[in-house]
């Protein structure tokens, strides 16, 4: 985690372009809510090296074609000073029937303010349109924002445009922006691109691009890496540093960071409601255990990218999958209920085959799939990713 919080405006937004249709596509309302604490070292140009505790509560609250964001930072540096960062973002994309085949408008709104010790405090307010085009595995986007930002004088017009184009490969995400920002007086350009990979338990994302054509902005190359390893259900641990540019939008100025924490997850998303299922038959014995239990298998995909594996089966102790965007490696699910499993995953869009096994059973097709016989004669389910 970074000890400042910017909104930037360049390649993180490219690679939040790649979900889309992931966010409107949420069965129910649900909200996901975080706690990170961390330690840092910074070192903003023109201070000192310093070192900083941090604590972030995030809540994000989603329903079909929606989602809202509430996110705070207080950080107490080693001098005893501090600083409190809030910010509150929303998204609203169109419905599917409003515009032509693969297009997407979203229409996102943000509002944030910090405040420094011994310095003034800083807002901003603005609203951005952009058009989304997704054909499968890729797609692009072009948009713009304005809105108004002080520095705790008189407030300043901000302007920006941009595009950005995407690709995704199995479990890998690459994201290439550019864009043109005027804030009052100041202007400056930024081009790059971003990098997401998620493979089991562990994300890592990565950031490099340049600032050009810079007016009372900065200019140069920067970067940022992080990874987070998830340790439960509701913890997990992340590392990030790099460098990154003055945001003249938020306020903040450019620094290099270092950083590790824990991350608490306090609010799980629940995207089925039980009471409405029915537990999965059980047919008769088969002299298998409870390997030739009935199973059904549904897919979800999720705002953040991921897409969630839920299988209902009644089984005792594990429930596997194995499929191609595992390389054929079982997969144990998380139990959520008696008859609830999941686990969520970075699954490229298209046609896959997957097979689940119960308590070491056998590997079964999966009710929910459609049945086929794979090129070893063996039967898989085929199963449908948007």
Do not use: K
């Not at 595995?137 to 950005?164: E, H, L, M």
């Not at 409601?273 to 047919?283: D, E, Y």
């Not at 299988?311 to 490696?329: G, S």
């Amino acid at each position: 985690m970074r000890p400042a919080t910017a909104a930037r405006y360049v390649c993180t937004a490219s690679l939040a372009a790649v979900t889309p249709l992931l966010a409107i596509r949420v069965s129910a309302a649900q909200a996901i809510g975080t706690v990170d604490l961390g330690v840092s070292t910074v070192r903003y140009d023109g201070f000192l090296r310093s070192s900083a505790a941090s604590l972030t509560p995030t809540l994000t609250w989603q329903r079909p074609g929606t989602a809202v964001t509430a996110r705070g930072t207080y950080l107490r540096f080693e001098s005893g000073r501090r600083s409190l960062q809030g910010l509150v973002a929303a998204s609203l994309f169109t419905p599917p029937s409003l515009l032509p085949h693969r297009w997407r408008g979203e229409l996102s709104l943000s509002a944030g303010g910090s405040s420094y010790a011994h310095f003034e405090s800083f807002w901003h307010a603005t609203g951005e349109a952009r058009m989304h085009y997704v054909a499968g595995d890729r797609g692009g986007w072009i948009g713009g924002t304005g809105g108004r930002t002080s520095y705790g004088s008189a407030p300043r017009p901000v302007a920006v445009v941009g595009a950005g184009v995407w690709v995704r490969r199995s479990w890998v995400t690459l994201a290439a922006s550019a864009t043109r920002s005027i804030v009052g007086d100041t202007a400056y350009s930024d081009v790059g691109s971003t990098l997401h990979a998620s493979r089991g338990r562990v994300e890592l994302d990565g950031t490099l691009a340049a600032r050009l054509s810079s007016r009372g902005a900065g200019h140069g190359l920067y970067g940022e890496a992080s990874a987070t390893c998830t340790l439960g259900e509701r913890t997990a641990l992340f590392v990030s540093g790099g460098r990154y540019p003055t945001d003249p939008v938020s306020g903040s100025v450019a620094g290099r960071y270092a950083s590790a924490g824990l991350r608490l997850r306090t609010a799980l998303p629940r995207p089925y409601t039980l009471r409405h299922l029915q537990p999965p038959s059980r047919p008769p014995a088969s002299g298998d255990g409870d390997a030739g239990l009935t199973t059904r298998l549904e897919v979800q995909p999720n705002l953040d990218g991921t897409v969630r594996i839920v299988v209902y089966a009644l089984a005792r102790a594990t429930v596997e999958v194995a499929a191609d965007f595992t390389d054929w490696q079982p997969l144990t699910l998380r139990r959520v209920d008696e008859v609830m499993w999941e686990s969520a995953l970075r699954i490229p869009s298209g046609v896959h085959r997957v097979n689940v096994r119960i308590d070491g059973g056998t590997w079964t097709v999966p009710a929910g799939t459609t049945r086929a016989v794979d090129e070893f004669g063996g039967e898989v389910g085929i199963v449908a990713v948007p």
